[in-house]
Every structure is written in C-alpha cells, then in structure tokens.
C-alpha cells in the first residue's frame, strides 16, 4: 500500500463514517430515501477499503519477504570474502575456503552459485546460473590449498 493508497483509504473511511452518521440521524422517509442512496455509495467505499487493505497485506508480506533477503545478504556478507575473480566463504579468520562463487552473481543478485570446473578444452569456470566465463586460474578450486601454495595471494584478500 503506497502512500497514495493510504490517502483513499483514509478518505473511503472518513466519507463512510459521514455517512452512518447522518443514517443514524434520518427521521423523515425523504431523508431515508436519500441516504439508501448513500448507504449504496458506502457499500462502494467499504468495497474500496478491503481492496486496498487486501493490497496492503500483500505489500507488507512483500516487504518483509525482502527484508528476510537482505538480513540473510548481510549476514552472507561477513562470511564471504573476494579471491582474485572470485568469492569464497570465509573461515574462522578470514581466510577464504572452498570451491569459488560467481562473482556476478554475487555482486549483483547477492546469490552464491558455486562456479564448475573448467570443461574439456577450455581454460574457464563457468557459472550455471549467468552463464558468466571466468579464467580458472583466477578462480581457483579448494582455496585453502592454493592460498597455502600462494601465500603471496593472502594478502590481496
Ligand atoms: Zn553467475
């Protein structure tokens, strides 16, 4: 619900309420003929209230649902850290571990899709989800041995 529509909704409410007050007020049968005329355009307003909080519901379970995603994007934050053209999880200091995550992916969707090894002939990673190439040996595979084989790396993290 944007602002737009809380703005209807509190003005549906306001009209709705006018208009049971001078219901409730009615004594001559001309007075009542008028207001069933009214009470038709309340029904209508009611009508538009429960559209617009039925809309409302929705965006609040939309908005919390991203809400959840960010929380677990920031909390993957702190446990994945860049190696050369890739990202990799961190382990207990720091250090990145593992098989290396799409760097697209997770720069742009912040999702971790594991990269797959090069293919016959060919000297690339590639990323099943964005089908983005990268340079095996710029991605490399189980990070803890190559970064004990590369220490020089390590301080590049
Ligand atoms: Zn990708």
């Not at 001078?22 to 008028?34: D, M, P, R, T």
């Not at 994007?73 to 990202?87: G, M, W």
Request: charged share 25%; hydrophobic share 40%; with cysteine.
């Amino acid at each position: 619900m944007d602002i737009d529509s809380i703005g209807r909704a509190y003005a549906a409410v306001e009209g709705s309420i006018k208009i049971a007050k001078a219901l409730a007020g009615a004594s001559s049968a001309i007075e009542v003929a008028e207001l069933k005329l009214r009470a038709a355009e309340l029904i209508n307003s009611l009508a538009d209230i429960k559209i617009e909080l039925a809309a409302s519901k929705d965006e609040k379970q939309r908005l919390q649902h991203e809400i959840e995603e960010l929380r677990d994007t920031l909390q993957l934050k702190a446990t994945v850290v860049r190696l050369l053209d890739a990202f990799y999880t961190a382990d207990a200091e720091g250090k990145p571990t593992g098989d290396p995550f799409c760097s697209r992916c997770w720069q742009v969707d912040h999702r971790l899709i594991y990269l797959s090894g090069p293919q016959i002939g060919t000297a690339n990673t590639n990323c099943t989800h964005c089908r983005s190439s990268y340079a095996s040996r710029r991605t490399p595979f189980s990070a803890d041995k190559f970064i004990e084989a590369n220490p020089q790396y390590l301080t590049k993290v």
